[in-house]
């Protein structure tokens, strides 16, 4: 483990399934060896070329710094589910599930509803969520907290990858049948059952005020988080009827199933060309954060949520759709795994400058979307 573990080096060879010629091409580009093998069965998209094109920059720039332990070459390399073998997944899942059946750390009078390892980040998510999303922190905060989880999966657990992000352009065409949610062995879970659930509402007029739901909402009951118990929370649940936890903060124990709604209205906010514009139109980090927020509106766009927004809703549920217990869906990570990438990516694209910017809360952002009202 060294410093660039959160420097997000991924995507640089075309294809192990597409032959070597272009392994060989791609791995000439650049001067150094250590780069990540692609499913050659997606192309790289606009927002995977600007990546790629940006890694001259990312190594002039390293050029430049004190020359230490940690190098491009060494770096730790978080790539796309989808470009992990299926045997890489399945030993990710292990990973989770071993977390998810270690005990607690947490001290039982602060977070007695916390039954697992698993559980020890999602506490800490709700109670220091104030902080960990204000403008100043939610970037560097997020990143931090995707780092420790990582190391946990990795040292306590045995995990010997990183922790996949998700590109959500590979999956929001028909998220249901994708690598991530088909429900198999090797996916992260399916969809929830049919529910009453009604949607997310948005903070914009007519017709875009709601994330419409998409026909889930109920507990998940394929793949290897079917039987998962969810214990803490909700908090800032966007469904109803959910059994209340027997404290406020939400840190009692209150044993339900993992609910989801996989949605693709939500997944098609966040297609590359969404990616693409917030990192090469918001020059400005305050721009740059608002606009990942979901603000100012895209005038006249159907899909106007923002990468936040919408790569949280692609879930939804219980406790993905919660602000407070968001992470206690596994799939939190892989989002903002991506979005700690889509930040890494509009960093690199000037780093002496960029690196050390943090949003100041300038111009009013989006904001989130918390059991119905927004803050
Ligand atoms: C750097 O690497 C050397 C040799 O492997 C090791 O002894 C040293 O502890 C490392 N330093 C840091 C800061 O990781
Ligand atoms: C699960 O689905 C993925 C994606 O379609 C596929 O590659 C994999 O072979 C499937 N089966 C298992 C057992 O993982
Ligand atoms: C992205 O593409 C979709 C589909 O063509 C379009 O509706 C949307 O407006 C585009 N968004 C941006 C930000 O370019
Ligand atoms: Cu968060």
Not at 146 to 157: D, G, S
Not at 209 to 220: H, S
Request: glycine share 12%; net charge positive.
């Amino acid at each position: 483990m060294h410093g660039l573990q959160s420097v997000v080096v991924s995507a640089l060879l075309a294809g192990a399934a597409s032959g070597s010629v272009i392994q060989k091409k791609q791995a000439e580009k650049f001067s150094f060896k250590n780069v990540a093998i692609r499913n050659a069965q997606f192309p790289l998209d606009v927002v995977d070329k600007l990546h790629e094109s940006t890694i001259p920059k990312v190594e002039a720039w390293m050029a430049t710094k004190k020359k230490g332990n940690c190098t491009l070459e060494n770096a730790a390399i978080r790539r796309e589910w989808s470009d992990l073998s299926v045997a890489e997944r399945e030993d990710y899942i292990k990973a989770v599930l071993c977390l998810q059946s270690k005990p607690a750390k947490a001290p039982k009078d602060k977070v007695p509803g916390a039954i697992s390892r698993f559980d020890d980040f999602v506490a800490t998510h709700m109670t220091t969520v104030g902080p960990l999303h204000g403008p100043q922190q939610l970037f560097g905060g997020h990143r931090y907290y995707i780092w420790i989880y990582e190391k946990a999966l990795r040292e306590e657990c045995g995990y010997k990858g990183y922790q996949p992000y998700v590109n959500y352009d590979r999956y929001a065409q028909d998220p249901i049948n994708s690598a991530l949610f088909n429900g198999n062995a090797s996916s992260m879970s399916g969809n929830g059952a049919p529910s009453t659930y009604n949607g997310v509402p948005m903070p914009y007029p007519r017709p875009y005020d709601k994330i419409a739901a998409a026909g889930g909402g109920g507990c998940v009951t394929t793949g290897p988080f079917k039987d998962m118990v969810v214990s803490l929370g909700p908090v800032g649940t966007v469904l109803r009827g959910l059994p209340r936890n027997p404290r406020a903060d939400g840190l009692g124990s209150n044993k339900r199933c993992l609910r989801r709604d996989i949605n693709k209205e939500s997944a098609l906010g966040a297609t590359a060309n969404y990616t693409y514009s917030l990192i090469m139109e918001h020059t400005d980090i305050d721009a740059f954060y608002n606009r990942y927020m979901g603000m100012p509106q895209l005038k006249n766009d159907r899909h106007p949520w923002g990468l936040h927004n919408a790569g949280h809703y692609i879930v939804g549920g219980d406790p993905g759709g919660d602000f407070y217990a968001s992470p206690g869906d596994p799939y939190f990570y892989f989002h903002h795994g991506m979005l700690d990438r889509v930040w890494w990516i509009w960093q690199m694209q000037d780093p002496v400058k960029r690196v050390p910017l943090i949003p100041t809360g300038a111009g009013g952002h989006g904001g989130m979307v918390i059991g119905g009202s927004i803050t």
